[in-house]
Each structure stands twice: as C-alpha cells, then as structure tokens.
C-alpha cells in the first residue's frame, strides 16, 4: 500500500554537501513517523534522522549540526540535506515510513526504500 524510493546519492568530496529526496506513493491520505537511516559496509543499519507528522524532528548525534530533515506533506515526500560530509559519512542511505492513513485508521508498515549510496572520498 505504500511504495517508498530514495534518490539524490552520489560521490563528494569531504565538505560537500548532498540533498536527498524520498517520496512515498501508494494508496493513504497522510504518512506519520518518517525517517532516514543509513547502513555502512559492515556495520549495522542507523538512525540518521526523524521528523514527524507535526514537523517535530530528531537527528542522531554523529550529524546534529550538518544535516537537517524535512518534510512536504502536500507532495509525500521527505529530504535529507547533508552537509560538511565526511568521510564516515559513507554508507547506503534508507527512507523509511512507519505509518499510513487510510480513512480515519493510521496502519503501521514500516516500509523501506532499496537505498541510495551516499559516498565521501578525498
């Protein structure tokens, strides 16, 4: 019921800056509890960023000050702007949705994207 695709990875330099963009499609009239989390080679898949249906947003630690999520409820979609990367900033980036609303009903489904690479080399 909802089909979720990240987009805007690509290589950068350490300091750059990338913005991804995750839309979500399918059949609801709202999505709750969307975030972005990233899984570097050999490591166990994070949580990057949250934001939530009232724009409350939480960012973990490790890119507090650099990134910054955002969300247009009008289109379904929901961005990451990254910048001053860094070289652990390496990983596969996943959009996720937690909930839909179908009706009056919020639906949990914790659904992902297949990821966009995000790499930070020198």
Known sequence: QVRVV???G???Q???SLKLSCAASGSFSSLL???WHRQAP???REAVATISEDGDYWHAESVKGRFAI???KRR???FLEMNNLQLGDTAVY???VGYIRTGTTWRHRDAWGPGTQVTVSS
Do not use: I, W
Request: hydrophobic fraction near 25%; glycine fraction near 24%.
């Open 10 to 12: 690509g290589s950068v």
């Open 94 to 96: 996943y959009c996720n």
């Open 76 to 78: 379904n979609m929901v």
């Open 14 to 16: 350490p300091g750059g």
């Open 6 to 8: 990240e987009s805007g």
């Open 33 to 35: 509890a969307l975030g």
């Open 70 to 72: 955002s969300a247009d």
């Open 42 to 44: 050999g490591k166990q």
